[in-house]
């Protein structure tokens, strides 16, 4: 039965694109499995993919007409006429959503929002809170992904993922470590990740892994912004590391997050690049320290097992990199992959 509808979506996305052509009985059995990612929900472009997770607006006029069909009966099941983006299964004699779209009353079919797999409002801090890993654990779970943690009781020191509601956009320095810039989490929401990326140094890098059921997840997005540490430490500098831009301001400095996908046997899937700060630009006035909630689109990793988060910079010392290593990211939205 999947099979069928599968090849059934093929023949439409086709139809989708190309107009005109209804969803016949198939063609070549598993010859042909791209047309199943024309109408996927999460094709964003850039970083303003905001919209993207929305169940967002589906242009029926595009969908053929049963008229402009060859086999008509392909878009009419039982004599219902299949709404928008809706293709006939012909087996069930029932019309059926393309893959990634969802049924409504109407009979029409909308696209469907990625749904969250992890958002940190399962954990639980008051307010001003964090959790850096101190109980020794080794990190911690929300949804269905785990975020690991580092912690060295004989420093007192983490690595890794930490937790975090601190909400303190003003303070420079250390101390403030896990505060996002944003003083809140993304989406208005309470709780947020703080990363610290100590892989400079020796250890490992930041990772979040799949802690459900299934084979991995396809992630589709996530929020990220600067924390409030190397933000401020990036306007106005401080005892170890520069003011981007330097003193005249044109310095072509940056701050950059590498998102690396990798599969269920550690084979990286592909990367992403997210600057979090970037001064390259000849123009100052398109100079930038983030300072709100990006969501960043994660859907050209695929399906992984693990995401592992480094940053970079060209504030280079002795002792590697001079900004401040920390970045937040919440909402992390996919799929679970069967
Ligand atoms: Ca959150
Ligand atoms: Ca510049």
Request: glycine residues 14%.
């Amino acid at each position: 039965m999947k099979t069928l509808v599968r090849l059934c979506v093929t023949a439409a996305a086709a139809a989708f694109l190309f107009a005109g052509i209804g969803c016949g009985d198939g063609g070549d059995e598993g010859k042909d499995d791209a047309g199943t990612d024309v109408p996927a929900p999460s094709d964003i472009e850039g970083a303003d993919g905001a919209d993207v997770l929305a169940p967002s607006d589906v242009e029926g006029a595009d969908v053929p007409a049963p008229s402009d069909v060859g086999g008509a009966e392909a878009k009419t099941c039982a004599d219902q006429v299949c709404g928008a983006n809706a293709v006939c299964d012909e087996a069930k004699g029932e019309c059926v959503c393309l893959d990634g779209f969802v049924m409504q009353d109407n009979g029409d079919c909308m696209k469907e929002a990625a749904p969250v797999l992890a958002d940190l409002e399962d954990l639980t801090l008051p307010s001003d809170g964090f959790w850096n890993g101190s109980d020794g654990s080794g990190g911690f779970e929300s949804g269905v992904l785990k975020f690991h943690n580092d912690y060295n009781a004989e420093w007192a020191a983490w690595n890794g993922f930490a937790y975090s509601s601190m909400a303190d956009t003003t303070t420079p320095g250390f101390d403030n470590q896990y505060s996002a810039i944003t003083g809140k989490g993304a989406e208005d929401s309470k709780i947020y990740a703080t990363a610290y990326d100590a892989s400079g140094m020796g250890s490992p890098a930041p990772t979040i892994s799949f802690a459900g059921a299934g084979s991995g997840f396809g992630p589709s997005g996530v929020y990220v912004t600067n924390a409030t540490y190397p933000y401020l430490s990036m306007k106005d500098g401080d005892a170890y590391a520069k003011k981007f831009g330097g003193e005249s301001g044109t310095d072509p400095d940056w701050f950059l997050l590498t998102i690396t996908g990798l599969d269920g046997d550690g084979k990286e899937t592909g990367t992403v690049e997210f600057y979090l700060a970037d001064f390259r630009s000849d123009d100052s006035a398109k100079d930038y320290i983030v300072s709100d909630w990006t969501l960043v689109d994660l859907t050209s990793l695929g399906v992984v097992a693990e995401l592992r988060f480094t940053l970079s910079s060209s504030d280079m010392g002795e002792f590697g990199m001079n900004t401040p290593a920390y970045f937040v990211l919440d909402q992390v939205y996919g799929q679970v992959a069967e």
